[in-house]
C-alpha cells in the first residue's frame, strides 16, 4: 500500500534551514505529482508546494524565493529545502501524493498523505 514518511523536522532559529524528506512505497514515484503542505497550531492545512512528475515547480507566495522543493525518482524521496526560515513556518510538514502526474496545487487533487515532521522556528 502506499506509504509516505516524512523526516528532517526540528527546532530551527530565525534565519535559519532545514531539508525535509519524504520517503515513499507503495506507487510508481516518478509516475505522480508530489506536495508539501503544513499545518500551524490552530489552523486549517496549507499548500506550500508541488512538483511534476515532469519537475516543474510550483510554490505558495509565502514561502516562494525561500523552498526549494525537488524530488529523486531513483531514490523514491521527495524534499523541501527550507532556508531564511521565520517564526510563521513553524507547523506540522506534511507530504503528499497527487492524484495524477500533473496534479496537487490543490489540496483535494492529493489522495495519499504522510503523518508529519513538525518545523518550529524559534531564537
Known amino acids: 500500500q502506499v506509504q509516505l514518511v516524512e523526516s528532517g523536522g526540528g527546532l530551527a532559529q530565525p534565519g535559519g534551514s532545514l531539508r525535509l524528506s519524504c520517503a515513499a512505497s507503495?506507487?510508481?514515484?516518478?509516475?505522480?505529482?508530489m506536495t508539501w503542505t503544513r499545518q500551524a497550531p490552530g489552523k486549517g492545512l496549507e499548500w506550500v508546494s508541488t512538483?511534476?512528475?515532469?519537475?516543474?515547480?510550483y510554490y505558495a507566495d509565502s514561502v516562494k524565493g525561500r523552498f526549494t522543493i525537488s524530488r529523486d525518482n531513483a531514490e523514491n524521496t521527495l524534499y523541501l529545502e527550507m532556508n531564511s526560515l521565520k517564526p510563521e513556518d513553524t507547523a506540522l510538514y506534511l507530504c503528499?501524493?497527487?492524484?495524477?502526474?500533473?496534479?496537487?496545487?490543490?489540496?483535494?487533487?492529493?489522495?495519499?498523505w504522510g503523518q508529519g515532521t513538525q518545523v518550529t522556528v524559534s531564537s
Open positions: 512538483i511534476y512528475s515532469d519537475g516543474s515547480t
Open positions: 507503495g506507487f510508481t514515484f516518478s509516475n505522480f505529482a
Open positions: 503528499a501524493k497527487g492524484k495524477t502526474r500533473i496534479t496537487g496545487t490543490r489540496l483535494f487533487e492529493n489522495d495519499y
